[in-house]
């Protein structure tokens, strides 16, 4: 017999959006219960990204979750754009009007999140067996698991599908009633992560002919690096050394000295994709992140969408409960998909841009040159690019 639980929102996924989202609604005083299908260690020990837009930090301070990203996070006021040996420094300050973004793991942001939870003992079922969502379009949707050999079945107003790219919920629509558009790219990124001082203080995005490569931090002491690479790669051809030299020989001259070598502590290739599933509700099923979206990694939006969508849905819902106003709920797909496609469209303008296509024509090749050029020589082009990466307003 299952275990039935009543509450008013069911999140499913302990990444940063379900954490996030049952996080900012407890705070509201809106009931949540958490369902993740992986292990409290398999989850804090994920390496993703680690830039976070203003907006971001926000929301992580509404959170109240952010005293240790504001002792450990790195403030960057721009970074550098590099074309074979020509690179250009972006000054955010100046170009977004004193805006920033703060480099601070994902990783970390998840840990932060989890032990606040922990911490408030608000409840979370780890390694939730064949997790189920059922009767969406009944005014009690539910969602069905088993937990340590007990199968349980949780009842409330909403679902919150935050389980990610490969989750249960966005499967869960009917294919009549959900819209998919998709872009591939034909090349993945090899990433390694070691205990060196990074190249430079700020980040630095390239264009090599052997394609590109991006030099990112976690601190001072450890560096983020990562090399475009092809799809059918494996990271067993890539010995450390062969890393470095081709880094360094991608990177101009100028900025190759400041590469400090030393052993990788983490290597892997990741594929790179753009997706977005319209709407991003289904009955009583609401998805954020990379639930009803995925960005490539280029401009860094994957965490910082999924927070802009957090902010929407839970604005949403404190607005269902503490106001009873169902219009925010009714419109949280609309709303929210207008700024999931602009961070799409800046994420897919910077991977063309940066990245060597292999089937790319001798014109394809001039218009990315071309691209670089007029970024290089406007001002207001330089704008647009900061104006996106510190991120859009909400
Ligand atoms: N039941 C319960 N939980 C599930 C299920 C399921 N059937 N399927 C997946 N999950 C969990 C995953 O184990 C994961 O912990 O949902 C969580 C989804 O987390 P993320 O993949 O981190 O997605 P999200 O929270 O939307 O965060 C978006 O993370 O993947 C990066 O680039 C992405 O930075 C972005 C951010
Ligand atoms: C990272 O630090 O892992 C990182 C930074 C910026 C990106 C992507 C990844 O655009």
Redesign the pocket.
């Known amino acids: 017999m299952a275990k039935i639980i009543k509450t008013q929102v069911t999140i499913?996924?302990?990444?940063?959006?379900?954490l996030l989202l049952g996080q900012l609604l407890s705070k509201a005083g809106i009931d949540n219960i958490i369902?993740?299908?992986?292990s409290q260690e398999y989850?804090l020990a994920?390496i993703?990204?680690g830039v976070l837009e203003q907006g971001t930090v926000n929301l992580l301070d509404e959170a109240e979750v952010s005293q240790r990203l504001h002792q450990e996070g790195l403030i960057h006021h721009g970074f550098d754009i590099a074309f074979n040996q020509h690179h250009l420094h972006l000054n955010f300050k100046k170009l977004t009007q004193g805006k920033h973004v703060t480099v601070y793991g994902?990783t970390e942001v998840t840990k932060d999140l989890t032990q606040a939870r922990l911490d408030a003992q608000l409840p979370i079922f780890y390694s939730?067996d064949d997790?189920q969502v059922n009767d969406l379009l009944s005014p009690i949707p539910k969602v069905n698991?088993v937990h340590e050999g007990q199968s349980y079945q949780i009842h409330s107003d909403f679902i919150a599908g935050?389980?990610?790219?490969?989750?249960?919920c966005r499967a869960s629509i009917p294919p009549s009633s959900i819209k998919e558009f998709e872009r591939i790219y034909p090349f993945g990124w090899l990433g390694i992560l070691s205990d060196t001082p990074p190249v430079q203080e700020e980040l630095i995005y390239g264009n090599h002919p052997d394609g590109f490569y991006l030099c990112s931090m976690r601190s001072s002491k450890r560096s983020r690096y990562y090399l475009q690479c092809s799809l059918d790669d494996d990271v067993k051809n890539w010995s450390d050394e062969r890393f470095w030299d081709s880094l360094q020989s991608r990177l101009p001259s100028t900025l190759a000295n400041g590469l400090v070598r030393g052993p990788s502590i983490e290597k892997s290739i990741a594929p790179l994709r753009s997706f977005v599933a319209e709407p991003l509700q289904y009955g009583k099923l609401f998805l954020?992140?990379?639930?009803g979206h995925?960005v490539p990694?280029t401009g860094a939006k994957?965490?910082n969408?999924?927070a802009s969508d957090v902010f929407y849905l839970s604005t949403a819902l404190k607005a269902f409960y503490l106001d009873h106003d169902g219009a925010l709920v009714d419109n949280y797909s609309n709303t929210a998909l207008k700024r999931i496609w602009k961070a799409e469209r800046f994420s897919w303008w910077l991977t063309n841009m940066l990245h060597h296509f292999p089937d790319k024509s001798s014109f394809d090749q001039r218009i990315q040159q071309a691209e670089f050029e007029y970024l290089f020589s406007s001002e207001q082009a330089q704008k647009a690019l900061a104006e996106n990466y510190v991120g859009l307003p909400y």
């Open positions: 499913v996924g302990a990444g940063p959006a379900g369902i993740e299908r992986q989850v994920r993703r990204a994902q939730a997790v698991f935050c389980d990610g790219y490969h989750g249960i954020a992140g990379d639930a995925i990694p994957g965490l969408l999924a």
